[in-house]
């Protein structure tokens, strides 16, 4: 990206300008600057299709971001494939470079249903998958579907901030939308949720009992990852990166 680019952003600005913004008019503006270098991550959760569609929306081939650790629910694999083809969405699917079983026996994880190091599955399976992913699409700015509501670490991000890990503007378009605004718009656009939403999965990541739950109606929506652990993060959206 050039030098010239970065300096121009002016975050602090921007930030105020879209506190109350429609994510759509935060997403035109990211086209309308970043052109080609816009891209986007997403995990193919349980309400990613909001702002997956409100990405396409702008940007209809908008390159999307999908890490595959080797140990996602069958049906995250099967609904981002669902989706690609519905929507004919542009998934940069990246994998890790570990065989799942191999790495697990190699680092003393008996059962696959456990992690006993969960940092360091999530550093060898997902952060590298995603930095090789920044690294080879270098893009001038990143999307993502982040929330200020869904944990702490997430309620301190700014709607539009720089990366150093990844070396680009991090743009975060839902950052203060809420969990009843994100449900409002998929109902109005009837997009569909993930298959396991409606068995209590509110956020889905990999498919280790301790990785990944369902939740109460009276829990937070991030409750039901690494549940009992101070843990809330895999590390993808953590400027320090993988050394989580």
């Known amino acids: 990206m050039p030098n010239e680019l ?30 080609s270098g816009l891209a986007m991550t997403s995990s193919f959760g349980a309400e990613s299709m909001c702002a997956i569609h409100l990405a396409i929306g ?4 908008i390159p999307i971001v999908f890490v595959n650790t080797g140990y996602l ?9 669902q ?9 940069w699917e990246y994998h890790s470079r570990n065989d799942p079983m191999v790495w697990l026996s190699v680092h003393g994880e008996p059962d ?22 920044m690294v080879e699409l270098a893009p001038a700015a990143w999307l993502r579907g982040v929330r200020a509501e869904q944990s702490e670490q997430r309620a301190k991000m700014r709607m539009i901030e720089w990366n150093n890990r990844a070396r680009c503007w991090a743009i975060s378009p839902l950052l203060h939308w809420s969990a009843r605004q994100i449900h409002q718009y998929m109902e109005q656009h009837e997009l569909p949720h993930h298959p396991l939403w409606k068995q ?3 956020s889905i990541g990999c498919n280790p009992r301790t990785c990944t739950r369902a939740i109460g109606a009276d829990e937070r929506q991030r409750s039901g990852r690494w549940a009992g652990l101070e843990k809330k993060e895999c590390g993808i959206h953590l400027d320090q990166g993988a050394g989580i």
Do not use: S
């Not at 696959?112 to 992913?133: G, H, L, S």
């Open 112 to 133: 696959p249903q456990v992690r006993r190091n969960v940092d360091a599955c999530c550093a060898a399976n997902k952060n590298e998958v995603f930095d090789r992913a």
């Open 58 to 61: 702008v940007k209809p081939d």
């Open 73 to 81: 629910f069958p049906q995250t694999l099967v609904f981002m494939e």
């Open 200 to 202: 209590g999965y509110v």
């Open 6 to 35: 970065v300096a121009n952003i002016d975050d602090q600005r921007l930030n105020q300008t879209f506190r109350h913004a429609h994510p759509a008019d935060v997403i035109r503006w990211a086209a309308d600057t970043f052109g």
């Open 83 to 91: 989706m690609r083809r519905r929507y004919h969405l542009n998934v």
